[in-house]
């Protein structure tokens, strides 16, 4: 059974920085791109970023505008797990991240994601 | 800038039809995908590609797709399917993906 799981969500305040982590199990984690989708208290939800696979295309990333030069997304295939370092937080980055398992828009498994609130 | 247009809401009686649209000037180019949010709970896919259903999704929920606009229709609405729907594309990079803001189906 494919599962994700966020974690490293939490209070942090302006100007801080935060690592969140996707572990997920259930399939071949180095075959797959993997997705940060975020949403702010009841908003919608906003695409954040994603990590090709090495396999093929380089583990290259991709990143929304509003958060490039702040955010980092890695992987570590060794150990399952996707990353999001978020640098230089600002209350605008307050929201609950999910990560995706992702085939091109195809997000097809979602984790139940973690709530970064960014406040003083 | 990559933007998709959606209605802010939708209300259905139950068993009736319900529509959601979505607008972007990539969509003859690029795929749509759908996504069904229930409060408290991750999103979740029902549509890829424009018009393919995944395994698992109920045959009532279709897409469909013409110029510029991408619609996501469910048959004989039920009170379960009241939800927010998210539709999703690329620009015409494929690099950079956004959502739409989102349609709240409300089922009267």
């Known amino acids: 059974e494919v599962h994700l799981a966020e974690s490293g969500g939490g209070l942090v305040q302006p100007g801080r920085s935060l690592r969140l982590s996707c572990s997920v199990s259930?399939?071949?984690?180095?075959?797959?791109?993997m997705s940060w989708v975020r949403q702010a208290p009841g908003k919608g939800l906003q695409w954040v970023g994603f990590i090709r696979s090495k396999k093929g295309y380089g583990g290259t990333v991709e990143y929304a505008a509003s958060v490039k030069g702040r955010f980092t997304i890695s992987r570590d295939d060794s150990k399952n797990i996707a990353y999001l370092q978020m640098n230089s937080l600002n209350t605008e980055d307050t929201a609950v991240y999910f990560c995706?398992?992702?085939?091109?828009?195809?997000?097809?498994?979602w984790g139940r994601g973690t709530l970064v609130t960014v406040s003083s | 800038s990559h933007e998709l247009t959606q209605p802010p809401s939708v209300s259905v009686s139950p068993g009736q039809t319900a529509r959601i649209t979505c607008s972007g000037d990539?969509?003859?180019?690029?795929?749509a995908y759908w996504y069904q949010q229930r409060p408290g709970q991750a999103p979740v896919l029902v549509i890829y590609?424009?018009?393919e259903r995944p395994s698992g999704i109920p045959e009532r929920f279709s897409g469909s797709t013409s110029g510029t606009r991408v619609t996501l229709t469910i048959s004989g609405v039920q009170a379960e399917d009241e939800a927010d729907y998210y539709c999703?594309?690329?620009?015409?990079?494929?690099?950079?993906?956004?959502f739409g803001g989102g349609t709240k189906l409300t089922v009267l």
């Open positions: 990539a969509l003859p180019k690029e795929y």
């Open positions: 999703l594309s690329a620009d015409s990079s494929g690099t950079s993906w956004v």
């Open positions: 259930g399939f071949n984690f180095d075959e797959y791109a």
């Open positions: 590609e424009d018009t």
């Open positions: 995706t398992r992702t085939l091109s828009g195809r997000y097809d498994h």
